[in-house]
């Protein structure tokens, strides 16, 4: 049975900026109705999906509850649909904070995964990437609030995924995020190292998935005290950064990864390394070179505060 198109009102709602008390007020609904609609606990009538496509202007957003409805009869098009959402999503993310979208994410993540899972073979692949790529955010969003269980079983979910895709990127990636958080939540080396070295032998993955996995396993090393591998892991990361400078543009997912904010990161690893004075002067100048939009984020900030807390200040 395939789970309720609810959520994907929300993460539709919430990606186009509108509140729930404003959707409410201009399609004449209950707040507390919509509510309960968008959490999956009421069907969707045809009704309150023809109001929001209306207010939201999104032409195929009924289509895309009916396809939800019968998940076996989803196509290209609302997979791009999903994608643009996941996108906005992330975006907003980064202007109000995790907690604003990890309700949305959730749901879309549930949606998505059964989206994939009765996808017929045309369009399979295409939804078992989008299905990891969402369970990976998910996961992220949920250990960047302290839910590790939840953060790592989503982990877990999306590195299967990833392996059902066969693609470099997207396992890359996924493999990259469950060492880091696995590390974060339980401290388990063999664990972490082996999500690691998984990452970093993938053939075929973008440089600048490569420069972040290695600039991972330095900082996890250097945590150790193994400066030397660690630095050796750091010059990895470095001779990636340059490779990606003739590389295609990497996956849409890694917008986060700019050259500046590749250089925070290497500070991070830096300060462990008891590089202190470097290690802020890179910072600084990466932040420099970041957008705009990038510098109030969160995860901006949990990596500022590895070097020197005052820099969140900046």
């Not at 959707?23 to 023809?50: C, F, K, Q, W």
């Not at 500022?304 to 200040?313: A, E, G, S």
Request: glycine share 8%; aromatic share 4%; charged share 20%.
């Amino acid at each position: 049975m395939a789970e309720s198109p609810g959520p994907l009102l929300r993460a539709a709602r919430e990606a186009a900026g509108i509140t729930l008390r404003t959707m409410a007020a201009r399609t004449h609904y209950n707040a507390g109705y919509l509510s309960l609609i968008e959490n999956g606990e009421r069907p969707v009538p045809a009704g309150v999906a023809d109001a929001y496509q209306r207010v939201l202007g999104t032409t195929d957003l009924g289509r895309l509850v009916t396809v939800t409805r019968s998940a076996a009869s989803v196509d290209a098009a609302t997979l791009d649909q999903v994608a643009t959402m996941l996108g906005a999503l992330r975006r907003i993310e980064d202007t109000t904070g995790v907690l604003s979208v990890l309700p949305a994410v959730r749901g879309m993540s549930a949606t998505v995964d059964q989206l994939a899972r009765e996808a017929s073979a045309p369009v399979r692949e295409r939804a078992l990437h989008l299905a990891a790529e969402v369970t990976q955010y998910r996961g992220w969003l949920e250990h960047a609030v302290g839910a590790d269980t939840a953060a790592r079983r989503s982990m877990a979910a999306a590195v299967e995924l990833a392996g059902e895709v066969g693609e470099p990127n997207r396992m890359a990636h996924a493999l990259t995020f469950a060492a880091t958080v696995t590390w974060s939540a339980t401290g388990v080396l063999g664990e972490t190292i082996d999500l690691s070295d998984g990452a970093l032998s993938v053939r075929g993955a973008h440089p600048t998935l490569r420069a972040y996995a290695a600039l991972r396993r330095s900082e996890l090393l250097a945590s150790l005290g193994e400066t030397t591998e660690a630095r050796d892991v750091l010059n990895m990361a470095d001779d990636a950064i340059e490779d990606a400078r003739d590389a295609e543009p990497p996956p849409s997912s890694l917008y986060w990864f700019t050259p500046g904010f590749g250089a925070v990161q290497r500070g991070a690893v830096l300060t462990l390394l008891g590089d202190t004075a470097q290690a802020i002067e890179e910072a600084t100048a990466g932040l420099a070179e970041m957008p705009p939009e990038h510098r109030r984020t969160e995860w901006l900030a949990s990596t500022l505060r590895k070097i020197d807390p005052d820099m969140t200040d900046a």
